[in-house]
């Protein structure tokens, strides 16, 4: 029997990032009634990402991250289209390959490339550049207009999205949640999704904490616009550099352990230009477009909560850390797959929230 015959088709998903959007729009196409509570869609870490698809790039180990990581990149190109296709906007899906260039000989690996072949890939690195890797199947999406792709089709889709709404308690009782506390009353639904990112301790006692990340862009110049002179991703030491196909460059990271504590600073900024112009000296003399902040959801070992919960309504989409644009198309397949057709994927079980409490 379809689930959705068993139980009902309403599904509340709490938290309106990528994860939620997008999860939210595979159980509609499934036939389901979804709707999307979200605290605050502007301070969701969709908005504030690189955007890199880098499983590679990030030396990811072997292993079911990896493999949940992988199997999400080959998901992409498929799944942006379909995205695309039902809002009509362009999220920037760009398999533009990534570049680690690296200041210090390491151990080769296959994907090597010697100092003039580095140098030769990428006119204008830093002369202390010895080597570095060559990934090019990772890549990027423009993860700003992605959230906006997938809002639109959400609407398109008729799932209804209530912005500046906090859900405050998730209310329970015998392994089932009878409803949700809200800042607008209680609201009850068959089956709910956390998708809450780094806020998601707030209502489940699980290990998600906030690595605030700050970044910034310049702007290619206008005479230079015609020949973009970085077209790949640079991954270097401590920084990354992600060109746009429209001439802005992306700067990133920090990665700082103060909570939810917002704003960019002078030493988070000052990180960012010296580690981006000693890679790419051509970057100094750009002109800085924008800065910003988000909050990467961070677990103890770096993997997702994906699945079940300790109640059997509630199912948790949460944890992505440093791989949440990435992991979004497998996220809403396994999850939609799981709540709606009650099937659990083996990538699924290393995600486990019960894994940090295994008794
Ligand atoms: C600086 C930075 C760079 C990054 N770069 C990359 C990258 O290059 N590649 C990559 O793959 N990933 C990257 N990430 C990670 C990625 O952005 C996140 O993993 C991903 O956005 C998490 O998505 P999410 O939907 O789970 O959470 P979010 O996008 O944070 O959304 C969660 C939403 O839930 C809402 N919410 C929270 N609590 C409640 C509540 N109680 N009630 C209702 N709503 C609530 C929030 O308001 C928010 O809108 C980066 C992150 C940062 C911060």
Redesign the pocket.
């Known amino acids: 029997m379809n689930r959705s015959m068993q139980f009902g088709s309403e599904i509340i998903v709490?938290?309106?990032?990528?994860?939620?959007?997008?999860t939210a729009i595979e159980l509609r196409l499934m036939g389901a009634e979804v709707k999307v509570?979200?605290?605050?869609?502007?301070?969701?870490?969709?908005?504030?990402?690189?955007?890199?698809?880098?499983p590679q790039a990030e030396q990811i180990l072997t292993g079911s991250m990896l493999d949940l990581c992988l199997a999400s990149r080959e998901l992409y190109p498929e799944w942006v289209r379909k995205i695309e296709s039902i809002s009509g906007v362009d999220a920037g899906y760009w398999q533009c390959g990534i570049l680690a260039p690296r200041y210090h000989q390491v151990d080769k690996s296959i994907q090597w490339l010697d100092m003039a072949t580095i140098h030769d890939r990428q006119a204008g690195l830093s002369e202390s550049i010895v080597g570095g890797y060559w990934y090019p199947a990772d890549g990027?999406v423009d993860?700003r207009a992605l959230?906006r792709s997938l809002f639109d089709a959400s609407q398109s889709l008729g799932i209804k999205f209530l912005d500046g709404?906090?859900?405050?308690n998730i209310r329970h009782n015998c392994g089932r949640v009878t409803h949700l506390e809200?800042s607008q009353g209680d609201i009850t639904a068959q089956h709910y999704i956390l998708?809450?990112?780094?806020?998601?301790q707030?209502?489940l006692p699980i290990p998600v904490v906030p690595?605030?990340?700050?970044?910034l862009s310049v702007l290619v110049p206008t005479e230079q616009i015609a020949y973009l002179p970085l077209q790949q991703v640079l991954f270097g030491e401590e920084i990354?550099i992600?060109p746009r196909r429209d001439g802005k460059i992306i700067i990133?990271?920090?990665n700082e352990d103060v909570g939810f504590t917002p704003q960019n600073t002078p030493r988070g900024v000052q990180q960012l230009l010296t580690n981006a112009t000693r890679l790419f000296p051509i970057l100094q003399d750009f002109p800085i477009h924008e800065s910003?902040?988000?909050?990467?959801?961070a677990t103890p070992d770096q993997l997702p909560i994906l699945g079940s919960s300790p109640y059997d309504n509630l199912t948790l989409?949460?944890?992505?850390?440093?791989?949440?644009?990435?992991?979004?198309p497998i996220t809403a397949k396994l999850i939609a797959d799981l709540v709606w057709h009650q099937q659990a994927d083996n990538l699924l079980s290393a995600m486990s929230y019960q894994r940090f409490n295994p008794c």
């Not at 690595?211 to 970044?215: E, S």
């Open positions: 709490i938290g309106g990032g990528v994860i939620g959007l997008a509570l979200c605290k605050d869609f502007k301070a969701a870490a969709g908005h504030a990402a690189a955007g890199m698809l880098a990027q993860n959230i709404l906090e859900v405050t809200t998708a809450t990112g780094a806020w998601s707030q209502l690595r605030k990340g700050q970044m990354y992600v990133g990271a920090t910003w902040w988000g909050f990467r959801p989409a949460t944890g992505h850390h440093r791989n949440g644009i990435l992991l979004t």
